[in-house]
T-cell receptor, first 113, second 115 residues
Framework: KAGVTQTPRYLIKTRGQQVTLSCSPISGHRSVSWYQQTPGQGLQFLFEYFSETQRNKGNFPGRFSGRQFSNSRSEMNVSTLELGDSALYLC????????????FGSGTRLTVV | AQSVAQPEDQVNVAEGNPLTVKCTYSVSGNPYLFWYVQYPNRGLQFLLKYITGDNLVKGSYGFEAEFNKSQTSFHLKKPSALVSDSALYFCAVREGQTGANNLFFGTGTRLTVIP
């Protein structure tokens, strides 16, 4: 099976712009979660989607949003980018509602200048 | 609320020696516990998990972890460290089946294996 695919791998944006990141889960996995990793805050949960519905959301401002398509692929969007949004954004997929295992992608490294 | 503590930012060990990376957790219900490893500029690679059953869990690359409910710990161990084990290790927890479906991570422990 192919792993979790995140695109693009690297991205440089300017403050105030918006960005869309993509995640293709493992075939058959219906749950997709997003995490932000920064040196200061570590790994923080953004949101989780299951069958196109957002089931859980972390403590991030409304500038961070996401969605999931019928083929389980997910996108996250960050509007009005700030310097502090520079981070590694990780996507994780899992098979079922109750997760016994999460498979992470390699991440998208976002740099805001 | 769930939380994970990794008390050591850095662990150094000589190649061939046993290694331990510490993790303690806090959840309201039954914990699901995970260890992940991260190499530079990469995502997280799954090492092992504890869901239920035997307290000693064996995982990938010769790693194992012991679930200790009374001490709320889930320390990662390996009998003989390799230089290639040098990486950043994360412990994570989620609350059993009734909890929200997301992981809470520790701050990570950087393991350096010295040749």
């Amino acid at each position: 099976k192919a792993g979790v695919t995140q695109t693009p791998r690297y991205l440089i944006k300017t403050r105030g712009q918006q960005v869309t990141l993509s995640c293709s889960p493992i075939s058959g996995h219906r749950s997709v979660s997003w995490y932000q990793q920064t040196p200061g805050q570590g790994l923080q949960f953004l949101f989780e989607y299951f069958s196109e519905t957002q089931r859980n959301k972390g403590n991030f401002p409304g500038r961070f949003s996401g969605r999931q398509f019928s083929n389980s692929r997910s996108e996250m969007n960050v509007s009005t980018l700030e310097l502090g949004d520079s981070a590694l954004y990780l996507c994780a997929s899992s098979e079922a509602v109750f997760n016994y295992g999460y498979t992470f992608g390699s991440g998208t490294r976002l740099t805001v200048v | 609320a769930q939380s994970v503590a990794q008390p050591e930012d850095q662990v150094n060990v000589a190649e061939g020696n046993p290694l331990t990376v510490k993790c303690t957790y806090s959840v309201s219900g039954n914990p699901y516990l995970f260890w992940y490893v991260q190499y530079p500029n990469r995502g997280l690679q799954f090492l092992l998990k504890y869901i239920t059953g035997d307290n000693l869990v064996k995982g990938s690359y010769g790693f194992e972890a012991e679930f200790n409910k009374s001490q709320t710990s889930f320390h990662l161990k390996k009998p003989s460290a390799l230089v290639s084990d040098s990486a950043l290790y994360f412990c994570a927890v989620r609350e059993g089946q009734t909890g929200a479906n997301n992981l809470f991570f520790g701050t990570g422990t950087r393991l350096t294996v010295i040749p």
